[in-house]
């Protein structure tokens, strides 16, 4: 067979490649749901809300496609405080920009703060961009049944583009939900490496991870004006010298997170430190110190320079 005989070679498959924003009201599941699409830790968790305070973005790359997942902070309705006046910008920042919004709220469950958030996506600026159902926490249903009136019921809400009922701690799940987002993907050059994870440093995840090891091992003694500022970030090879400040309001709310001749800084320290190794793949050196800021979460230039957008 000549050249002129040989069959000619298919061109290679379009990339796809989108912007999918994770939105709903606080303590849904967001960020175990990016966590789990991504496939690795990238975001935090904790049963404390306002736990994710940035917009945070995930990557995964499956054959021709790249879905560029945007976590962002449960939309806040109950305080009027600085620090939710900005996290409420950061959501509403990112709507503007997506491709598929992944409207998660708790299967069987739509509460009035579920409804704000939905009343923020059918806003200005959204009109024809598809938006997802996720109903998630499936497996924590009892009786599917209840679901047909349920699923009716938010029919009516919105129309919504796909329902898709799932349990992120089920990569079956994610999987599909994968497949179900492709076809909504605009054909398109990738955004990032095949092999990115995240577009956020190994300085701003550290300071994260010490986050949710502060809200995990203080529970609810802690109020949610706490955070963490990583003041020196050093690498050398295969070992990261790091030193952050967890910062609070009160006097009394230092006394909270040292605990009992500093028993629970330490325990902060450890965790955060085995979880960044694992991370960061080397060997980590970790220094915490609490400092007292009154009224820091009301101050606009303070949220500046913590990192707030």
């Known amino acids: 067979m000549n050249e002129q005989d040989a069959a000619p070679e298919e061109p290679p498959a379009a990339q796809r490649c989108g912007l999918i924003a994770i939105v709903g009201r606080p303590n849904v599941g967001k960020s175990t749901l990016l966590n789990a699409l ?9 049963d404390k809300a306002q736990t994710t305070r940035h917009r945070i973005t995930g990557i995964r790359t499956v054959d021709d496609t790249q879905f560029v997942f945007v976590d962002t902070p449960g939309f806040q309705t109950r305080h009027a405080a600085a620090l939710n006046r900005t996290l409420n910008r950061t959501v509403q920042g990112v709507l503007a920009d997506v491709d598929v919004v992944l409207f998660v ?9 579920d409804a ?5 996506i059918q806003g200005e600026g959204l009109a024809g961009k ?7 926490k499936l497996d924590a249903v009892q009786r599917r049944t209840e679901m047909l009136p349920w699923l009716k019921s938010m029919q009516e ?3 919504f583009a796909e329902y898709v009922p799932l349990s992120a701690k089920k990569s079956a799940d994610m999987e599909r939900l994968l497949q179900i987002i492709r076809p909504y993907l605009p054909e398109q050059g990738w955004f990032y490496e095949e092999d990115a994870l995240t577009d956020r440093s190994e300085r701003f995840l550290a300071s994260e991870i010490i986050r949710e090891k ?4 203080t529970g609810d003694e802690l109020p949610y004006t706490s955070t963490v500022v990583i003041d020196k970030f050093d690498e050398e090879g295969n ?8 910062v609070v309001e009160r006097d009394a709310h230092k006394g909270m997170i040292i605990g009992s001749g500093g028993e629970r800084l330490k325990r902060i320290g450890s965790e955060a430190r085995q979880e960044l ?3 960061m793949d080397a060997k980590v050196f970790l220094e915490l110190f609490v400092k007292v800021r009154s009224g820091w979460a009301a101050d606009e230039a303070h949220l500046r320079s913590y990192g707030y957008e």
């Not at 991504?38 to 904790?46: A, D, E, F, L, N």
């Not at 704000?116 to 923020?120: A, H, I, R, T």
């Open 214 to 217: 502060l809200f995990r091992l």
């Open 116 to 120: 704000k958030v939905l009343s923020l």
């Open 277 to 279: 190794e694992k991370l």
């Open 157 to 159: 809400r919105h129309a």
């Open 38 to 46: 991504v496939g690795q830790k990238i975001s935090i968790t904790s």
């Open 130 to 136: 598809p938006v997802f159902l996720i109903a998630n």
């Open 105 to 113: 709220v708790e299967a069987g469950r739509f509460g009035l703060d």
């Open 239 to 246: 070992l990261r010298r790091i030193a952050a400040s967890i």
